[in-house]
């Protein structure tokens, strides 16, 4: 048996998510499919974490087994990619150890979410990006967001309904830059992140840059747990799967 | 009567190019039907050039005459744009003179083509760059360019069968850069281009770049008004009208 990893790139515009679904066309499936077809053999194919709808990945990481194929794992790169869409694609595949868990041995995990105010906002932009239409005061945000760090029980960020053993998680790092373009954006690491967790911290940070919110509203929350003190959920183009780290990948 | 400039930019992707044709979604129309909604009268847009199916813009500049609208100038930014799909969106409106045309008018036009090399293709590049499947060679590229600068009849280089009066164009400049991403780009100016010119020449720079052509392919193109020795037409995806510029705007 072979254990092989593969690193997966996509636009998730025009998907429904990453996690197979019944009647939605869905990332996971979709690449399941064409590397059932380029290992002769069916693939279950397990991926580092779920993204919703719209979201998207510049590097997800999945592995699956293989049980009799005789594939070359590089034909798992040309090969699953000339039968894919041109907004998913496979740009690494290697076989690693036979216990390498893609779930269990996560190091860290990176998101980035974009963001930007504009008084038209930018068509090339437009799928990548949150256009907010007020003015913002990144400082202001990136003050506030130094209360998110370390280890903090973010129930309060998730989605409610969310069925987890714990809800505990720990952020190791905040931090804002620009694109090129203009566009600003904040980079979240940390062990791991609970459903709508970024999305729902994004906007509760962008009310404290338009001056909606006070700079030390994310005290308060994860002290009281009170969700009704966030921010709407930020929507999900601006948010992309930036890194997935293992110890030893 | 009021002379209103404004200034547009585009997605090409889902469109069949920026002039009107009958059953078919064309930028130009769906601007003009904004346009005369937000007028209140009924617009006839002209634009400082076309652009072919799946070009993009990053500005493109037209302009209509109301006959008799009261409806500030500056609606047309916000009112069109709330009318309009998010891959269109109009940035700049404003009032000019009377004889202001926006096509005789033009001093310069500036293209960028966007070109890169991936062992896989970058799926967030995929709509804006032509991914070519060859390492090339920039610098060649960037050498055998200059034999293009100053006034030619670049007949060679457009489109069969193209009627215009007169099929000599000076091009002011070309130069090579290259994107955050590692894109690269090559950026044409020029007094005008010919239907498909930019894409002709730049699919014969990059068999320059491949090593299939000589660099000094351009002067015997130039010189012998032979197409056939040309490269093929490079994709529409690649190509962005980057600037129209004006004396007085």
Chains 1, 2 share one sequence.
Not at 96 to 108: A, G, P
Not at 201 to 210: A, D, K, N, S
Request: glycine residues 6%; negative net charge.
């Amino acid at each position: 048996m072979r254990n092989i990893c593969i690193y997966i790139a996509y636009d998730g515009t025009n998907y429904v998510g990453w996690q197979k679904q019944p009647n939605h066309e869905t990332v996971q499936e979709l690449v399941e499919n064409a590397l059932s077809i380029v290992a002769n053999e069916s693939v279950v194919l397990l991926g580092s974490g779920r993204t919703d709808a719209g979201v998207h990945a510049r590097k997800q990481v999945a592995n699956f087994f293989l049980q009799t194929s005789t594939t070359p794992t590089e034909a798992f790169i040309r090969g699953t990619n000339s039968l894919l869409p041109q907004d998913i694609r496979v740009f690494e595949a290697k076989e690693v150890d036979q216990d390498f868990h893609v779930i269990r041995h996560v190091k860290s995990k990176v998101y980035r979410y974009f963001f930007s105010y504009q008084k038209v906002p930018d068509v090339f932009q437009a799928r990548y990006t949150w256009h907010v239409f007020t003015p913002f005061d990144v400082t202001l945000m990136e003050q506030a967001s130094k209360a998110l760090l370390g280890e903090h029980d973010f129930a309060c960020f998730a989605t409610h309904g969310v069925v987890t053993k714990s809800t505990v998680r720990t952020i190791f790092e905040v931090t804002f830059g620009k694109t090129e373009a203009g566009v600003d954006y904040v980079e979240f690491s940390g062990s791991g992140f609970l459903r709508h967790m970024i999305r729902s911290i994004m906007g509760t940070l962008m009310e404290i840059g338009t001056g909606k919110k006070n700079p030390d509203v994310f005290q308060k929350i994860l002290q009281s747990q009170d969700r009704s003190q966030a921010g709407e959920t930020a929507p999900a183009q601006g948010l992309f799967l930036w890194d997935v780290r293992y110890e030893d990948l």
